[in-house]
DNA sequence: GCGTATGATTCATG
DNA sequence: CATGAATCATACGC
């Protein structure tokens, strides 16, 4: 029953009452002629099934039916599409701008292969780490990438598509009750609005849950920079013996650090820290690393025996040993 | 498995 | 900003 009068637009239409208009739109039919159907329509709710189909089918033939509607709509666009209207601007959401942005930058949602392998690639420099398993992190990291890449275009062509699907099924739907109750066209353009809106903050989601599923990636990429790799035993041996040789100041400078990264093929910074590591630790506890200094030592002046040889120079190296770091005390196969 | 070694990170300091 | 100190987290050798 209330059916029939919500087909005919009459949910809310207590306040009809604007005479004026009904009659200006009537073009001078009597008033007593509207205020027949007026009543005949209000009377629907009171008939039977069979009889309110009648009645509507008759009403509908009513050569006042096309007038009776467009007032419908314009009282209707008047009142209820006013009152939705205040809470109708929606400012480019910051929220969701911000999620583009992200998308964007790490290269999820951008151009295929640029934006991605550019992300990676800062994300590599920022690992600042080792070459050798850098690649392997780097295509790790790029696979799990193009992989939510993947996922998150599928689902948004689904949402897109589900959007379109729906929006085109309202709007047909619409249009077909705009027949039978009235509907202006900027109500079905506002309710499109309203399911887009509904959609994207759906889509917001799929935006928010990627951009988490990045930042776990990239914390996850990020921390493979603690995964230690020893270096090699070729670089800890020239460290080691640029590090017993300056014993006394056990300090490079920036330009012998990047020499000592050359040779190691290693970074600077990961000299700075082998230094920094290794100073604390001999200070720490210099027994335990009597053998090694011990080691070095003569290493170093086999070497500097060697050299001097090859020079056929009697000079003796100098054993740089006065400063802050205590130094190693030579045993005797030492012969130092 | 466990203890130690070791590279990296963090935080305080000057 | 370089360094020291503490700490983290993994590698490595047993």
């Known amino acids: 029953m209330d059916d029939q009068t919500r087909m005919l637009g009459l949910g809310g239409l207590g306040d009809v009452g604007d ?4 009659r200006k739109q009537s073009l001078g039919q009597p008033q007593q002629d509207i205020g027949d159907i007026l009543q005949q329509i209000m009377a629907i709710t009171d008939e039977s099934l069979d009889e309110a189909q009648a009645r509507k089918h008759a009403l509908n033939c009513h050569r006042m039916k096309p007038a009776l509607f467009s007032v419908l709509c314009e009282i209707k666009e008047k009142t209820v599409l006013s009152i939705r209207g205040v809470q109708e601007e929606d400012p480019p959401d910051p929220q969701i701008m911000r999620l583009d942005n ?5 290269g999820v949602s951008g151009p295929e292969k640029g934006g991605g392998s550019a992300a990676a ?14 690649s392997i992190e780097h295509s790790d990291y790029r696979a799990k990438l193009a992989q ?3 996922i998150y275009h599928s689902e948004l062509e689904k949402y897109e598509q589900a959007c379109s699907e729906f929006t085109n099924h309202v709007m047909n739907l619409l249009r077909e009750q705009s027949r039978t109750r009235p509907i202006s066209p900027k109500e079905i353009e506002r309710m499109v609005a309203i399911i887009h809106r509904k959609f994207s903050s759906i889509q917001m989601q799929l935006k928010q849950s990627t951009c988490e599923a990045v930042m776990i990636l990239r914390s996850r990429f990020l921390d493979a920079r603690r995964k ?13 013996e640029y590090f017993y040789s300056h014993l006394s100041n056990p300090y490079p400078s920036e330009e012998a650090k990047e020499e000592l990264a050359k040779k190691c093929g290693i970074t600077v910074s990961q000299v700075s820290n082998w230094f920094g590591n290794k100073r604390i630790r001999y200070k720490k506890n210099i027994g335990k690393f009597q053998e090694e200094a011990n080691l070095y030592a003569v290493k170093t002046a086999v070497d500097a025996a060697n050299v001097s040889a090859q020079a056929s120079q009697a000079n003796s190296p100098a054993t740089p040993n006065s400063g802050g770091y205590p130094a190693p005390c030579y045993t005797p196969d030492g012969r130092l």
Request: net charge neutral; aromatic share 2%.
């Open 19 to 22: 005479p004026d208009a009904v």
């Open 102 to 106: 992200m998308l964007l930058a790490e």
């Open 121 to 134: 690639a800062a994300a590599a420099a920022a690992a600042g780490g080792s070459p050798n398993d850098g």
């Open 148 to 150: 939510i890449r993947q």
């Open 228 to 240: 230690r790799r020893n270096f090699n035993k070729q670089a800890t041996e020239v460290l080691n």
